[in-house]
């Protein structure tokens, strides 16, 4: 075991270093470049003002030089300054981290539990009415896009029932401390949370479900129904053990977008996250937040792969590691 | 937030016909800024939302009323000599940093001639007209110009020639000077905290040297990033004012039906910010002079102002904005006419090329008012492709020359000499900027009127030169000037004095009181 994730490890680093060359060079075919874009704001420049900002940035060097000094401040986990805020990229990362992994954890238990939960019960009564309406409603939020459902739950519960709070992270100038805070931040979080975790709830509720009816079919079901065992221990030992894999499988995957995955919900929310910080990110042409912000998430599915594989492992004994 | 006023009706006559009530102290002013500033040291940065919540930190000399006549600020009293070469400005006395430190003359003639010299190009610019700039004692600064400049009692605005502290930036790397974090400014009301991603709080400036101002006791600039979400925010009471631009246009009508509801396109004269399609005189049809007449009167501007800006706003009718001084009232018509747009065009040498029309990647909006664009100019025989682009990508095609037909808007600055000229003068063609004379117009006859009015004594004969190059401008048509674009400022009518000069929210709102 031990062997196993060490060479997974080294693996991963060249990986992430050849994540980090294509993500430099993808970023800087883009047209236009941060000072560009700081002058363009300004509303007025001129020759001397995009000179100095470029050479203040470094981007009056030759490519090659401007890529070898990332990677090597990277390799040495110094991921550069943020061009347009001055800051350091790894506290910017580091400053909006709770705030992402608050939201995107939330959103990552709640469309794991209710989903399963919601997938089982499908299963369990397929072909009838309760069936068809949970399936009928994780079709509907799969295929509804998610700023759609954003910018309406924000209009429903927000303006118009006037129940919980439509953006940002907490509310400004209340200044809460202790349990206040935790309570104002936790109802800030409602929408978004749940938001971000319908499309989740919706694949684990289709999975769940076609999976279990797929377990259900197969010979030791019946051969645990012959011994005289209880539905409802079949349903839990037997079948939904056995289900499972394809949804750690997917759960793998959504916890490999802890980090990056919530651009659209953070934007719409004012969530001050790194999926925003992302997002600005590209339209300001700030280099080295985004490849920072792709760093950590690149970082993340990796460690998250490795994760999912050792969890097959724990769940389904069938599966070994081959040495 | 309680509804004041049952109606917006009732609520527009209360405002216009308010009597002048006692300013009451107290309260909290939530206000929208959009996008995040990079940094809030006016100087450093020039960008639009840096300008807003600057204005609140730093002061200028000068301020500007809606009719773009100075008034006192940092100076309360200032002459110009006889032959215009010579500009006195007499400073407050007992006004301090915010760290505590004595605000002097001295801090003036390091921030003009040494700071600002350095770091802004717009001033760079007319600072080339500036023999010297001298502190003869703490409490008064002298400018001497080399020749007369008469757009020059205009550039003493806090976005234009904001005043810095010396003794933080003196002989420092100015951009990277730690207290760049923590800015110390003179203005009513100090820094106190910038929650990256959510909001910048101020508070009131206890020491100001205003007896009783500001009257509220701090300010929030919410960070907002999606429009629909700017919009809800005011919706739910979160914030009390949305600077002009924060929502969108077909969300305002929405807006207004709140109750306790005002709505003010005030405080951009200064700015008289402008729109109009860049057409590229370089190359392609655009270079053919009749082609770019076809373009002017093909355009309904009527109806994108009534259909897309929610009839904010002119259309434009000049070059010039018509609060810019010298606009001229009475010159040709380039009202939308289809017929003589096809006039227009069978003259040119336009033989159906697709002409490239990039957007202003700056919302829905100017999204639609390129397709409008495209419609108006299909309809009269042009073949048009609407280009995607986002911010960076316009900026880069714009500054490259890559168009036949661009959108912009640009503000004049009050003065033509100070905000149009740029846009037209061969000298200003590079390559690099958006900003400059892009189309490529080369006219060197009004090239040498330009010159000859920003440096011409009287203010008759400015007007005279001004109105000449009007005329001149639109029967040649370098660009197709669209809209004077309203930007209005929308907030609770229990608000007064916010917007109170020519230059808006971006002169602070050391004025504005709440009424309970």
């Given at each position: 075991?031990?062997?196993?994730?060490?060479?997974?490890?080294v693996?991963?680093?060249?990986?992430l270093l050849?994540?980090l060359v294509?993500?430099?060079?993808l970023?800087?075919a883009?047209?236009?470049?941060?000072?560009?874009?700081?002058a363009?704001?300004?509303?007025?420049?001129?020759?001397?003002?995009?000179?100095?900002?470029?050479?203040r940035?470094?981007l009056?060097q030759?490519?090659?030089?401007?890529?070898?000094?990332?990677?090597k401040?990277?390799?040495?986990?110094?991921?550069g300054y943020s061009?347009?805020r001055g800051?350091?990229?790894a506290?910017l990362?580091?400053?909006?981290l709770?705030a992402?992994l608050?939201l995107t954890a939330t959103?990552f238990?709640?469309?794991i539990?209710?989903?399963?939960?919601?997938g089982?019960?499908?299963?369990a009564?397929?072909?009838?009415?309760?069936?068809?309406?949970?399936s009928?409603?994780?079709?509907l939020?799969?295929a509804t896009?998610?700023?759609w459902?954003?910018l309406m739950?924000?209009?429903?519960?927000?303006?118009?029932?006037?129940?919980l709070?439509?953006?940002?992270?907490?509310?400004?100038?209340?200044?809460y401390?202790g349990?206040?805070?935790?309570l104002?931040?936790?109802?800030?979080l409602?929408l978004?949370?749940?938001?971000l975790?319908?499309?989740?709830?919706?694949i684990?509720?289709?999975?769940?479900r076609?999976?279990?009816?797929?377990?259900?079919?197969?010979?030791f079901?019946?051969?645990a129904?012959?011994?005289?065992?209880?539905?409802?221990?079949?349903?839990?030992?037997h079948?939904?053990r056995n289900a499972?894999?394809p949804?750690?499988?997917?759960a793998?995957?959504?916890?490999?977008?802890?980090?990056?995955?919530?651009?659209?919900?953070e934007?719409?929310?004012a969530?001050?996250g790194i999926?925003?910080?992302?997002?600005e990110?590209i339209?300001?042409r700030?280099?080295?937040?985004l490849?920072?912000?792709f760093?950590v998430s690149a970082?993340?599915?990796?460690l998250f792969?490795?994760?999912?594989?050792?969890?097959y492992?724990i769940?389904?004994p069938r599966?070994?590691?081959?040495e | 937030?309680?509804?004041?006023?049952?109606?917006?009706?009732?609520?527009f006559?209360m405002?216009?016909?308010?009597?002048a009530?006692?300013?009451?102290?107290?309260?909290?002013?939530?206000m929208v800024v959009q996008?995040?500033?990079?940094?809030?040291?006016?100087?450093?940065?020039?960008n639009a939302p840096?300008?807003?919540?600057?204005?609140?930190?730093?002061?200028?000399l000068?301020?500007?009323?809606?009719?773009?006549q100075p008034?006192?600020?940092?100076?309360?009293?200032?002459s110009?000599?006889?032959d215009?070469?010579?500009?006195t400005?007499?400073?407050h006395?007992?006004?301090?940093?915010?760290?505590?430190?004595?605000?002097?003359?001295?801090?003036?003639v390091?921030?003009?001639?040494?700071?600002?010299r350095e770091?802004?190009?717009?001033?760079?610019?007319?600072?080339?007209?500036v023999?010297?700039?001298?502190a003869p004692?703490d409490?008064?600064?002298?400018?001497t110009?080399n020749?007369?400049?008469g757009?020059?009692?205009?550039?003493f605005?806090v976005?234009t020639m904001p005043?810095?502290?010396r003794?933080?930036?003196?002989g420092?790397?100015y951009a990277n000077?730690?207290?760049?974090a923590t800015?110390?400014?003179?203005?009513p009301f100090?820094?106190n905290?910038?929650?990256q991603?959510s909001?910048?709080?101020l508070v009131?400036?206890?020491?100001?040297?205003?007896?009783g101002r500001?009257?509220?006791?701090?300010?929030?600039y919410h960070?907002?990033?999606?429009?629909a979400?700017?919009?809800?925010?005011?919706?739910?009471?979160?914030?009390?004012?949305?600077?002009?631009?924060?929502?969108?246009y077909f969300?305002?009508?929405r807006?207004?039906?709140?109750?306790n509801?005002c709505?003010?396109?005030?405080g951009?004269e200064?700015?008289?910010?402008?729109s109009?399609l860049?057409l590229?005189?370089?190359?392609?049809?655009?270079a053919?002079?009749?082609a770019?007449r076809a373009?002017?009167?093909?355009?309904?501007?009527?109806?994108?102002r009534d259909?897309l800006?929610?009839g904010r706003g002119?259309?434009a009718?000049?070059?010039?904005?018509?609060?810019t001084?010298f606009?001229?009232?009475d010159?040709p018509?380039?009202a939308?006419?289809?017929d003589?747009?096809?006039?227009?065009?069978?003259?040119?040498?336009?033989?159906g090329?697709?002409?490239?029309?990039l957007?202003?990647?700056?919302?829905?909006?100017w999204?639609?008012?390129?397709e409008?664009?495209?419609?108006?100019?299909?309809?009269?025989?042009?073949?048009?492709n609407l280009?995607?682009?986002?911010v960076?990508?316009?900026?880069?095609?714009?500054?490259?020359?890559?168009f036949?037909l661009?959108?912009?808007?640009?503000?004049?600055?009050?003065?033509?000499?100070?905000?149009?000229?740029?846009t037209?003068?061969?000298s200003n063609?590079a390559?690099?900027s958006?900003?400059?004379?892009?189309?490529?117009y080369?006219?060197p006859?009004?090239d040498?009127m330009?010159e000859?009015?920003?440096?011409s004594?009287?203010?008759?004969e400015?007007?005279?030169?001004y109105?000449?190059?009007?005329?001149?401008l639109?029967?040649?048509?370098?660009?197709?000037?669209?809209?004077?674009?309203?930007?209005?400022t929308?907030?609770?009518?229990?608000?007064h004095?916010l917007?109170?000069?020519?230059i808006?929210?971006n002169?602070?709102?050391?004025?504005?009181w709440i009424?309970?």
């Open positions: 075991m031990a062997r196993f994730i060490l060479a997974r490890l693996k991963a680093v060249f990986i050849a994540i294509l993500n430099f060079s970023i800087h883009a047209p236009g470049d941060p000072a560009s874009v700081m363009g704001e300004a509303g007025a420049t001129d020759e001397q003002f995009l000179e100095d900002l470029r050479r940035f470094g009056d030759p490519f090659h030089v401007q890529l070898w000094i990332y990677i401040g990277a390799v040495q986990l110094d991921l061009y347009r800051m350091p990229v506290d990362i580091w400053d909006r709770p992402t608050l959103a238990v709640i469309s539990v209710f989903g399963v939960i919601a089982v019960a499908a299963a009564r397929q072909g009838r009415w309760s069936d068809s309406i949970i009928a409603l994780a079709l939020f799969y896009p998610l700023f459902v954003a739950a924000a209009l429903l519960f927000s303006v118009v029932l006037g129940w709070p439509g953006f940002g992270y907490e509310t400004v100038g209340a200044n401390t349990f206040a805070r935790a104002d931040i936790g109802r800030h409602v978004p949370a749940t938001t975790g319908l499309f989740f709830t919706a684990y509720v289709r999975m769940t076609a999976s279990m009816l797929e377990v259900s079919r197969l010979d079901v019946k051969t129904r012959a011994k005289g065992l209880s539905p409802g221990v079949i349903q839990r030992r079948i939904l499972l894999l949804v750690i499988t997917l793998g995957l959504q916890a490999g977008q802890i980090v990056g995955g919530a651009v659209l919900t934007t719409v929310f969530w001050p999926g925003r910080l992302m997002f990110a339209s300001q700030d280099y080295n937040v490849l920072g912000v760093f970082a993340m599915v990796l792969n490795l994760i999912t594989d050792i969890v492992v769940v389904d599966i070994r590691i081959t | 937030m309680k509804p004041l006023l049952p109606s917006l009706a009732l609520a006559a405002a216009a016909t308010a009597p009530l006692a300013q009451q102290s107290g309260g909290t002013l939530n996008p995040e500033p990079p940094g809030l040291v006016v100087g450093i940065w020039q840096t300008q807003m919540v600057a204005g609140d930190i730093f002061e200028s000068l301020r500007y009323d809606t009719d773009l008034m006192p600020s940092l100076a309360h009293d200032w110009i000599s006889e215009g070469l010579t500009y400005f007499h400073l006395e007992g006004v301090k940093w915010h760290d505590g430190e004595d605000f002097t003359a001295h801090d003036v390091y921030s003009v001639d040494v700071f600002l770091t802004h190009p717009r001033l760079r610019a007319s600072l080339v007209h023999d010297s700039i001298e004692d409490h008064t600064v002298v400018f110009l020749q007369p400049f757009p020059f009692i205009g550039v605005e976005g005043i810095l502290p003794h933080i930036y003196e420092t790397d000077n730690p207290m760049n800015p110390i400014g003179t203005g100090r820094f905290a910038w929650r991603g909001y910048i709080h009131r400036n206890e020491d100001y040297y205003l007896e500001p009257f509220v006791d701090e300010v929030y960070v907002i990033p999606d429009a979400s700017r919009a809800v925010a005011f919706e739910t009471g979160v914030v009390d004012v949305l600077p002009g631009g924060s929502v969108e969300d305002i009508e807006i207004m039906a709140l109750p509801t709505i003010t396109d005030a951009w200064y700015f008289g910010p402008l109009w860049w590229n005189n370089h190359e392609g049809p655009m053919d002079v009749n770019r373009v002017m009167h093909a355009l309904d501007r009527e109806f994108m259909a800006w929610a002119e259309v009718t000049s070059p010039l904005s018509s609060s001084r606009f001229d009232d010159l018509s380039i939308y006419d289809p003589l747009a096809r006039e227009y065009l069978e003259a040119s040498d336009y033989d090329q697709t002409l490239n029309l957007p202003l990647p700056y919302g829905e909006t999204q639609r008012a390129a409008v664009t495209r419609q108006n100019l299909m309809d009269v025989g042009f073949n048009v280009v995607a682009t986002d960076a990508g316009w900026n880069q095609r714009v500054s490259d020359w890559d036949d661009a959108f912009t808007f640009l503000y004049q600055y009050g003065d033509p000499a100070l905000g149009v000229a740029r037209y003068v061969e063609i390559q690099g958006p900003w400059n004379n892009v189309a490529g080369r006219n006859e009004l040498a330009w000859a009015s920003a440096v004594p009287s203010d008759a400015r007007q005279e030169i109105s000449e190059l009007q005329r001149r639109i029967e040649d048509v370098p660009n197709a000037w669209l809209h004077e674009l309203g930007f209005p929308i907030y609770r009518c229990n608000i004095d917007v109170t000069t020519g808006g929210l002169d602070g709102t050391r004025d504005a009424e309970q």
